[in-house]
């Protein structure tokens, strides 16, 4: 997902802040139907022949993204929220 796509998303559709895993579940795979990782591939059944790693490192690139771009905080129990708190 392009970053200019990605910033729109979460600005449009996370109010507030909510769990990476949850912003993918919810927003990027059951309302816009993107598949992003190997769950979500699961869930649309399209794994196939494709490589689980491929999807983690599609997943890994989503999350470095959103940091790029300071829409994902980190924090030290390993929990990344997602959302526009500062902007």
Do not use: K, W
């Not at 200019?4 to 802040?17: D, F, N, Q, Y």
């Not at 790029?68 to 708190?85: E, I, K, N, P, W």
Request: aromatic share 6%; proline share 2%; net charge negative.
């Amino acid at each position: 997902i392009a970053p200019a796509l990605l910033e729109a998303i979460v600005l449009a559709l996370v109010p507030g802040e909510r769990t990476l895993e949850s912003f993918v579940d919810h927003v990027l795979f059951e309302r816009l139907g993107f598949v992003v990782d190997g769950r979500t591939a699961d869930r649309a059944s399209r794994i196939g022949d494709v490589d689980r790693g491929t999807f983690d490192q599609n997943a890994s690139g989503l999350a470095t993204t959103l940091r790029d771009l300071g829409l994902l905080r980190a924090y030290s129990d390993a929990t990344r929220m997602v959302g526009a708190r500062d902007l």
